[in-house]
């Protein structure tokens, strides 16, 4: 009897578990079509002001004097653009645009006092069950299972105790692997320079052997010539 209370609790503890990605998502899909709607709204609140503006003129209870700096520096804005926009024009679109602000921040207030009312907001929730959990599994934990929690210990640590010798021997290895590499070089640039010096060498050889054939040809002819005459 006494372990129906833990079994059940269990019970809802995996089945929030399961669920919490799909109640994250429902509330991150919330959050986004309330956005959507705050925008359309703020949209069409911006139209239907600028199109009563336009139509009635300024709203009676308008609290935007014509010298207001909102409305300078949009008139500044319209005369850089080549457009012309006189003090009442101005001072009635920076209006609008003051109104529409406001009514963005009220409408965000409102979203986020009943996001914190709504049911999706589980956060607290769910940290309070956790801790609960905890406490509860500190109160009924037998010497099971503080051995078997001594035994887990002691395999993370031989596995971290693996884990830095692999990382000493990939280390060394690396370092062994680049020793080979600078000897592997040294050697090859000792060999290159042995067949440059060889190289010279032959053609020095040959340079000569070609000069020896040439006097050797010269004086060929010469006794040729002396022999005709």
């Not at 596995?159 to 070089?185: I, M, N």
């Not at 090859?188 to 060498?201: F, L």
Request: glycine share 2%; hydrophobic share 35%.
């Amino acid at each position: 009897m006494s372990n129906k209370p833990e079994t059940t609790g269990l019970f809802f503890l995996r089945k929030y578990r399961q669920l919490r990605p799909k109640i994250l998502k429902w509330i991150m899909e919330g959050e986004l079509q309330a956005r959507d709607v705050v925008i359309a709204v703020l949209k069409s609140e911006k139209v239907k002001n600028l199109v009563n503006v336009a139509a009635y003129g300024a709203p009676i209870n308008s609290k935007l004097k014509l010298n207001d700096p909102h409305a300078a520096l949009f008139r500044d804005n319209i005369a850089l653009t080549g457009n012309l926009a006189s003090r009442t024009s101005a001072g009635i679109a920076a209006q609008s645009e003051l109104d529409a602000m406001k009514y963005c921040e009220q409408q965000l207030l409102v979203l986020s006092q009943k996001k914190s009312r709504s049911p999706f907001s589980i956060n607290a929730r769910t940290r309070q069950c956790m801790n609960e959990k905890r406490l509860k599994s500190h109160k009924r934990q037998t010497p099971m299972l503080a051995t078997c929690d001594s035994r887990f210990q002691e395999k993370i640590l031989e596995a971290e105790t693996a884990r830095d010798q692999l990382v000493k021997d990939v280390k060394k290895l690396r370092e062994t692997l680049e020793e080979e590499r600078v000897e592997q070089r040294k050697k090859i640039n000792i060999i290159r320079n042995e067949e440059r010096k060889r190289s010279e060498d032959l053609a020095q050889i040959l340079s000569e052997e070609k000069q020896r054939v040439d006097t050797i040809a010269d004086e060929e002819g010469l006794k040729k010539k002396e022999r005709n005459r």
